[in-house]
Nanobody, 111 residues
Framework: QVQLVESGGDLVQPGGSLRLSCAAS????????MAWFRQAPGKQREFVAQ???????SYADSVKGRFTISRDNVKNTVTLQMNSLKPEDTAVYYC?????WGQGTQVTVSS
């Protein structure tokens, strides 16, 4: 059974940083395409970043240069490092692998 558990969401001021983590069980993150999505209030869920099985990464234009996705094959986790956060980054962030989703973690960027 696949389980994805996100953590690390918080309230942060504009310009600040947060590090989100996704702990996976039932799959090996090193062999999968792992992704982060987010959903802001009243908006559709949108793609944020992904890392492929061979380490290739891609990002939404809105976060390129500010966010970095990585994984730890020993801990079986996927991390999203978010820098230079903006109020428009406020959303629930979800870890994703194929058809599996975590429960989400809330990120709020506000002064």
């Amino acid at each position: 059974q696949v389980q994805l558990v996100e953590s690390g969401g918080d309230l942060v001021q504009p310009g600040g940083s947060l590090r989100l983590s996704c702990a996976a069980s039932g799959i090996f993150v090193g062999a999968r395409r792992m992704a982060w999505f987010r959903q802001a209030p009243g908006k559709q869920r949108e793609f944020v970043a992904q890392i492929g099985a061979f380490g290739f990464t891609s990002y939404a234009d809105s976060v390129k240069g500010r966010f970095t996705i990585s994984r730890d094959n020993v801990k079986n986790t996927v991390t999203l490092q978010m820098n230079s956060l903006k109020p428009e980054d406020t959303a629930v962030y979800y870890c994703n692998e194929d058809s599996f989703w975590g429960q989400g973690t809330q990120v709020t960027v506000s002064s």
